[in-house]
């Protein structure tokens, strides 16, 4: 059929064009981009900002879905998350696991432990890694009793 892969070419080459303006409009800037890349699996700490631009456009390039899924998807932070855990060792990979501490197993990949995380029965063991990978965070607690008394 005439125009249906001349359609198919421009309707990726609008994906891709998607995926850099995401790439350039990152709101956090450099840091944004550093992380993204480093989710993407590459450590560009000491890297200019170019060599990340570039690292990521050739991803974009290659797979934009997977680029659009970093900064639209809701489990970014999470994906943070893990990636810090596993830099600080709090979240270690044996036998092809991932484990958190002896007795967790987490998953057998990035997307099995993501999914494990999202699971609302395992919110204790999440804020357990979150406090070992982070040790000085601390949640703001907002005691609602309070926030009554002022209201009135």
Do not use: C
Not at 42 to 57: A, C, F, G, R
Not at 64 to 73: A, E, R
């Amino acid at each position: 059929m005439p125009g249906v892969e001349t359609a198919n070419k421009v309707s990726r080459k609008k994906k891709i064009h998607q995926a850099v303006d995401f790439i350039f409009s990152d709101e956090r800037g450099s840091d944004g981009r550093r992380i993204m890349a480093r989710l993407l699996g590459k450590h560009m700490y000491n890297q200019p900002d170019s060599d990340v631009e570039d690292y990521l456009i050739s991803v974009a390039e290659k797979n934009p879905d997977k680029i659009i899924n970093l900064y639209t998807g809701g489990d970014t932070p999470l994906r943070i998350l893990l990636a810090d855990a596993l830099d600080k060792h709090v979240i270690l990979i044996k036998n092809k696991l991932y484990m958190y501490g002896d007795r967790h197993i987490l998953g057998g990949t990035d997307e099995a432990v993501i999914n494990w995380m999202k699971n609302s029965k395992n919110a204790k063991v999440v804020e357990l890694i979150r406090k070992d990978t982070y040790p000085d965070y601390e949640p703001v607690v907002v005691d609602k009793k309070d926030d009554k008394k002022e209201n009135k």
